[in-house]
């Protein structure tokens, strides 16, 4: 599988703040997954994305399927203490089979 | 509606030991999926089912491992001879139609 590229690797912010993270692939995908994983659990689904440009919230998340449909980002706002944990992104190209294909995470820490 | 569920949650082994893990997916899902996480990756896709057939199997799942889904609805995970390098989370994720991957609470398994 392909090893996605996912910015930043790390985040250490106030809580309240916003944040933003983001994934690339030099390949193209027609569904992007977001994901949070804490300490010792499986991932859990946030954000499903299915369509080239679409936009689509979550409460505080709010998550894009870029237009080239070989990147994604999603955004946090006013983050809270429980927002702490790893974010994956995930991209599947149906076309070439069901795995899905992560990026290495982005790790978040929000200090009260 | 229950979650995926996965069994054990940790499983503690020698190396040359066989081990089998077990997963329950989400009912009527009839995609299953295993991936395998090691400390500071994304999730790595192993094998999926669909029903019972067994329709794509990555490089990563060497001869040592085995995945059957019997009767269409669970799944199990059998590595025989374990090394060190085998240790890591085995994750077990299940979808319906969509894409949309739901993942369970994995298996940390940990070969000495």
Redesign the interface.
């Known amino acids: 599988?392909q090893?996605?590229n996912?910015s930043p690797q790390s985040m250490f912010i106030q809580e309240g703040e916003d944040v933003s993270m983001n994934c690339t692939s030099s390949s193209i995908f027609?569904?992007w997954?977001w994901?949070k994983q804490d300490p010792?659990?499986?991932?859990?689904?946030l954000i499903?994305l299915?369509k080239a440009g679409e936009l689509t919230s979550n409460g505080r998340l709010t998550a894009q399927f870029g237009i080239t449909r070989k990147d994604s980002f999603l955004n946090i706002s006013a983050s809270i203490p429980s927002d702490v944990g790893i974010y994956?992104c995930?991209g599947?190209n149906?076309n070439s089979?069901?795995?899905?294909?992560?990026?290495?995470?982005t790790s978040l820490l929000v200090t009260p | 509606d229950t979650g995926v569920s996965q069994d054990p949650r940790h499983k503690i082994t020698k190396r040359g030991q066989n081990v089998t893990f077990r997963c329950d997916p989400i009912s009527e899902h009839n995609r299953l999926y295993w991936y395998r996480q090691t400390l500071g990756q994304g999730p790595e896709f192993l094998t999926y089912f669909q029903n019972e057939a067994q329709l794509e199997k990555s490089r990563l799942l060497s001869d040592r491992f085995s995945a059957e889904r019997p009767k269409g609805s669970f799944s199990t995970l059998e590595i025989q001879r374990t090394e060190q390098g085998d240790s890591a989370m085995y994750l077990c994720a299940s979808s319906l139609i969509t894409d949309t991957q739901y993942f369970g609470p994995g298996t940390r398994l940990t070969v000495l």
């Open positions: 599988g090893q996605l996912q027609n569904t997954l994901y010792g659990e499986g991932p859990v689904l499903a299915y994956f995930a599947l149906s089979g069901y795995a899905l294909n992560f990026g290495k995470g």
